[in-house]
Structures are given as structure tokens and as C-alpha cells.
């Protein structure tokens, strides 16, 4: 049967209209997208603020301003953003995954009286996450961490985390062997934590994460040598990632290898130029070893001049990293405005205080 000449006129015509809306749509919030993934914040959420004004029920706008929020610290705000998102696109996984996320962070700093409720918002998120989509790994792991850290009374319990780590190992065994060593080091079996980053190694040597993970592990637990040796092996499988050089940089400075950290910093500018975590560890190593003075220096400068969203408390700390490099040179004066100017950013900046204390 024949389309009415009208129809056979409109029927094209409407597909190309939405074709083109559709595509618009999609440049419109790209662009935002854009802006998020390349960390310029405040842009991003002007963005998606006034792209919302005219696209209230648009669920993926929701849920990059709630992103962004996060990004920013601004935890209750991007609740409302991610609870947007939920609203006008009923069971999605991620949205309620990132609502688990914000009520968490929001927890970490709440007032007693409202922490529980906060916590099991938390956890009730995960669990919906994890049931609108069973093969979210992200959700699952993130759920692990709660049971693993919230006491009983809002739902945590080792029985519930290993249940997650089981899991995620029937999906994922990569992440499942993750999963187990982080069940055993947070219950301080160290043994077995090892055993399991191992294997995850050995199984997958070509991927980053259980490198990471093991190296983590050391790190925390202050065995600093021993993190140095899994960065060593990892720069091994992979030597161009910048944040590979500057793990082995920390590891070492840390250890008071000081020269050899030093070269590994800048092995990992030579791979990044601007990877400013490096830049800052380049500054707090000057500061702690009395080496490397004006490199120090001219880091730590170049870390405030460039365009990063830091908060107050980093920056306390870059001006204090700042004062101990002046106070090396023997330059007090300038070393008390340096720990002047972080007491301006952060007020309760302990190491700042002592040392203008130290300076009367």
C-alpha cells in the first residue's frame, strides 16, 4: 500500500528534523562533557546550568552538573543533581551508583545525629545500582568498601563485603583478585592481601590496576621499598605513564632516596609535562631534604600559577612546602609569609602554626 503523497513528503523530512535535533542535543551536551573531562569546572558547570534551564528532564545534563558538584566538594548539591537524574530516567545503574557516592562523602563530614541516615542512603544506592545492573563492578566495590567500613547498625559486616569480592569475581576476575586483597588488608591479613595483588599480576601482567593496587598497599603500610620495587616492575610492562614515575618518585623520597626519587620525577615530566601532581612532590622534596632548593621552588610556584581547582588545605600546604624551602636558605622572614599566607588559606594548618611558633 502507498504512503499518502503527504506522508511520503513529511515522513522523511520529520526523520531528518529529529536526526538533526538529536545530533544537536548530543553536540550541546558534548561540549559540556568536554569542558568536565578536561577539568575546567566552573566552565562546565555554567554550562550545564544553563543547558538545563532549557532541558530540565535531560537525565545525562543532571547527571554531569552532579559530577561536576562533586568534583567541586559541593557533596549536597550533586545529591540533587544525581537525584535529578534518577528521577527522569528510572533505573539507571550509574545515577544511583553516584548517588551512593555522594551520600557518602557527605557522611564523612556529617554531624553525628544525621550520619546513619546518610550512611544508609549510601548503601541503599549501591544495592539499587547493583540491582538495576548486577554487572556494575564499580557498584559492587563500592558497596564492599561500605560493608567493610560501616559498623552494623547501618548495615555493614565482613559476611556482606566477601559476598561483594565473590561476586565481583565471577565477573570480573581481574577486579575480583583487587577485591579479595582489599577484604584482607582492611582486616590486616597481610599475607593473603599480597597473595591475591600477586596473582592478579601474574594473571594480567599487561594491566595497570593490580599494580597500582599492590603498590598502594605497600605504601600505606610505610613499606616504602617494597613499593618502589612494584613501580619498578610495572614501569617495566609500561614505561611512558607519567603517574607511574611518580609513585616510584614518592616511594623513593620517602625512603630518603632523594637523588633517585628526584630522577624519577623527571622521568615523569619527560612523560607529561604537565602532570602537576609532580610538580608539588618536586616542591615537598626540596623542602624535606634541603636539595634541589630552587627547583623546589620554582615547581611549587609554577603548581599555584597553573589553572587547577585546589582546595584551601593544598593550598596551605604548597605555601608551607614554600616557607621550609626559605627556612633552608636560612631566610626566616620570607619563610614566615610563605606560613602566613597558608594560615590564610587553611586556619587550622597545624605544621604552619609551629612553625611561626618556631620563628618568634
Known sequence: MKLPKTLRFLTPFLFLLFLTISAQGQTGIQSGVDLFED???EQAKSFFENYLKSNKSDS??????????????????????????????KGNSKYHMWLGHSFGRRAQNAPKLK???????????????????????????????YYLQAPKFVGGGRDKAEEQAKAI????????????GRVYSYFDEDEKAVQNYNEAIES?????????????????????GKAAEIAKKQLAVNDTTAAIYNNLGNALQRDSQYEEAYEAYQNA???????YNTYYQIGRLAAISGSYLDEGEEYLNRFLNADLD???????????????????????????????TALSNDKDHKESKEALDRLK
Open 39 to 41: 577539568g575546567q569546572l
Open 60 to 89: 545525562e545534563a543532571n547527571f554531569y552538573l552532579g559530577r561536576i558538584l562533586f568534583d567541586m566538594e559541593e557533596f549536597g548539591d550533586a545529591t540533587k543533581s544525581f537525584e535529578q537524574a534518577a528521577k527522569y530516567e
Open 115 to 145: 550520619l546513619p541516615g546518610l550512611a544508609r542512603n549510601s548503601k541503599k544506592n549501591y544495592e539499587k545500582a547493583i540491582e538495576y545492573d548486577p554487572s556494575n563492578v564499580e557498584a559492587r566495590e563500592s558497596a564492599m568498601e
Open 169 to 180: 569475581f565471577e565477573i570480573e576476575k581481574e577486579a575480583g583478585y583487587i577485591a579479595w
Open 204 to 224: 594480567y601482567p599487561e594491566l595497570m590496576r593490580p599494580y597500582y593496587s599492590l603498590y598502594s598497599f605497600h605504601f600505606n603500610n610505610q613499606e616504602y
Open 269 to 275: 615530566l619527560e612523560a607529561d609535562s604537565e602532570y
Open 310 to 340: 585546589l582546595t584551601d588545605n593544598f593550598k596551605a600546604w604548597t605555601y608551607y612546602r614554600l616557607g621550609t624551602i626559605y627556612e633552608k636558605r636560612n631566610n626566616p622572614e620570607i619563610a614566615k609569609t610563605h606560613y602566613q
